[in-house]
């Protein structure tokens, strides 16, 4: 793999962040979303993490954004102000090829260094590449809710893992 540079988000990465969510969201189902944001909502997303201190990072691959991972609150609720949920998106040309092991790590420690203390992945549909992703990565499975999003005319399980982020990583 080439070298991979794992650097915060600015606001120019807006446009790459949205092409590589619209082709998740109109082929795959690691979100149950339907319609794509466009650049200047991540624009304003990357802004609002910014204000509040979440992470959000970047992995550039021969000079291009090639996947993107955020954290934040998994719950606007004061008793959650400790938790968050993550989230990491490769683009299609780059799957496989070993960056979200790069990524997810990364965002595991801005995450702890943000004074978040477990992480929570929400993970839609299920799917095997993202639950072994943050299985490698010391998170352990929380839960599955069944049947509960509807995309491409299936209906699709929400698998829950969780990790917290004041242990260190099990080898």
């Known amino acids: 793999m080439p070298d991979v540079t794992i650097r915060p ?3 120019n990465d807006a446009q790459a962040i949205a092409s590589i969510y619209a082709w998740h969201v109109a082929n795959g189902t690691a979100t149950f979303d339907t319609a794509a944001p466009d650049a200047a909502a991540w624009a304003e997303k990357l802004a609002d993490f910014a ?3 979440f992470p959000f990072l970047i992995a ?6 090639s996947a993107y991972a955020y954290a934040a609150r998994f719950r606007d609720r004061a008793a959650y102000a400790h938790t968050c949920e993550d989230s990491i998106y ?10 979200g092991s790069l990524l997810l790590p990364a965002l595991i420690d801005a995450a702890g260094a943000s004074g978040f203390e477990q992480m929570l992945a929400v993970i839609g549909g299920g799917e095997p590449a993202s639950v072994g992703l943050h299985g490698k990565c010391g998170f352990v499975h ?18 829950y893992m969780q990790r917290d982020l004041r242990e260190e990583e099990p080898e």
């Open 90 to 99: 490769v683009s299609h040309e780059a799957r496989g090829c070993g960056i």
């Open 9 to 11: 988000a600015r606001e």
């Open 142 to 159: 929380a839960g599955r809710m069944r049947n509960v999003g509807r995309k491409f005319g299936r209906l699709l399980d929400t698998v």
């Open 60 to 65: 550039e691959r021969e000079g291009a954004v």
């Open 51 to 53: 204000a509040r201190g």
